[in-house]
């Protein structure tokens, strides 16, 4: 994340070895630093409780086991962890909305639910104004991928586009976005 | 569809599809083939990484926080103590301590040499906290790369180092609370007894560094057995 205090820094890098370390307290210490934002992650997606805490868990689990496929040169553990957990509680969503034949939910429907909740204002702003630059195309295509939650095929069929153009679309919006916020360079730690 | 095949060209990388990937926006077999060839490319792991980091600020901002119910903790804690990683755990008891590691005397600071001038720190728990600052700041700062260690005994307790890219420090990390364990360091001049571990907590620890690429650290008992060891590999920069 950006931002970080270097005590925040020095408690990462120590949470960072524990938990690469492959021990139960370096497991319990990544739990205890992002628990909430993992399991926040999840619950956003799922919409349920014990579906989120098992989502948390099993993916959890599974990175702690195989803790040397996190490899220095990925940077955040945070935003690795982040990032697998919500890739794991979107695998389970479309599965399961795929076995009941339920019809995704619109973005917007899903962010009106938690608009008063959000606990980060002023990150969200920044997160706003970065989005409000970016080229409407790119734009419409990023926010279908992050907020619907649709994978890229499913971008370009809602944007009529071609799906090379949709996939271009979509990473030069992140790329852009992560600019745009000074986004550390690759490597860094 | 051809994800797969094309990632396993060794002269193709990501492009686009980090991005594709830690937006979540990738069916399950691509995003396999996209963590296969990322363990593989240190470039394609950087672009991922920074394509996470912009993800993670979208949940920070957009996501609304909820503390997760305590039972939820108390789960994955009991997982801890019970589900084997993949690097297996040791097979035999722990290897008992004879003689407490510290002793309750006034802050101390001791340094051991090594060859190439190493320094090993050692000190008692009212030095702990400085000591560990230091060696925080000391990985904080650097890049490194971590390996297991492969047991050579069947006492072997699982074990890890972390070790600077540029060969300077190693730092050791048991998965033991009870290991009157010695560390060595090999090297093109020998080898070098490197100290002896550092309990704290449920873990026991030791930080080398004024080293000079060493090739490989091993754990050895009080007998000077080998436990376990790892080769340190560096790139050729």
New interface residues.
């Given amino acids: 994340?950006?931002g970080r205090t270097a005590s925040e820094?020095?408690e990462d890098?120590?949470i960072v070895?524990?938990f690469?370390?492959?021990?139960?307290?370096g497991?319990?210490g990544v739990?205890?630093a992002y628990?909430?934002?993992l399991?926040?992650?999840a619950?956003?997606i799922l919409e349920n409780?014990e579906d989120?805490?098992d989502c948390?868990?099993d993916a959890?689990?599974r990175l702690?086991?195989?803790s040397?496929?996190f490899?220095?040169?990925?940077?955040?553990l945070?935003?690795?962890l982040?990032?697998c957990v919500?890739?794991e509680a979107?695998?389970r969503k479309r599965a399961a909305a795929r076995h009941f034949h339920i019809e995704q939910r619109a973005a917007r429907d899903e962010?009106a639910q938690?608009e008063l909740?959000?606990?980060?204002p002023i990150?969200?702003d920044?997160?706003?104004r970065a989005l409000g630059a970016l080229p409407p195309e790119q734009r419409a295509a990023?926010e279908l991928?992050?907020?619907g939650?649709?994978?890229?095929?499913q971008?370009a069929e809602r944007l009529g586009e071609p799906l090379g153009t949709t996939?271009?679309r979509?990473?030069?919006a992140?790329?852009k976005?992560?600019a745009a916020?000074g986004?550390?360079?690759?490597?860094a730690? | 569809m051809s994800l797969a095949n094309d990632l396993g060209n060794a002269d193709l990388h990501l492009g686009e599809l980090a991005e594709l990937y830690a937006l979540g926006a990738l069916e399950p077999a691509e995003r396999g083939a996209v963590e296969a060839h990322a363990s593989a490319c240190t470039a394609c792991t950087a672009a991922l990484g920074a394509a996470e980091q912009t993800v993670a600020a979208l949940e920070t901002a957009f996501v609304p926080s909820l503390a997760p119910p305590d039972r939820l903790a108390a789960r994955i804690a009991a997982s801890a103590a019970t589900v084997v990683p993949l690097v297996p755990r040791r097979a035999a008891p722990r290897i008992r301590a004879r003689t407490p590691l510290f002793a309750t005397a006034a802050a101390l600071l001791l340094a051991v040499g090594l060859a190439g001038g190493a320094l090993v720190e050692r000190s008692s728990d009212v030095a702990e906290t400085a000591r560990e600052s230091a060696i925080l700041a000391t990985i904080a700062s650097s890049h490194f790369n971590h390996v297991t260690l492969t047991a050579r005994a069947p006492a072997a307790p699982i074990s890890k180092v972390l070790y600077a890219r540029n060969g300077a420090w190693i730092y050791l990390i048991v998965d033991s609370a009870s290991c009157d364990c010695r560390v060595a360091v090999r090297s093109a001049a020998g080898v070098q007894d490197a100290g002896q571990l550092d309990v704290r907590g449920s873990t026991a620890t030791l930080f080398v560094r004024g080293l000079s690429r060493p090739e490989a650290v091993e754990l050895r008992d009080a007998s000077g057995r080998v436990l376990a060891s790892a080769k340190l590999v560096y790139s050729l920069r």
């Avoid at chain 1, 909740?117 to 980060?120: L, N, T």
């Avoid at chain 1, 986004?183 to 490597?187: P, T």
């Fill in positions: 994340m950006y820094q020095l890098e120590r070895a524990d690469l370390a492959g021990t139960s307290t497991l319990e739990y205890r628990g909430r934002a399991y926040s992650g619950r956003h409780d989120a805490q948390v868990h959890l689990l702690w086991q195989r040397e496929s490899r220095p040169e990925r940077g955040s945070r935003s690795y982040i990032v919500r890739n979107l695998a962010q938690y909740d959000v606990s980060d990150e969200r920044r997160l706003r990023l991928a992050y907020f939650r649709l994978t890229h095929v971008v996939k271009s979509i990473a030069l992140l790329r976005l992560g916020l986004a550390k360079g690759a490597g730690r």
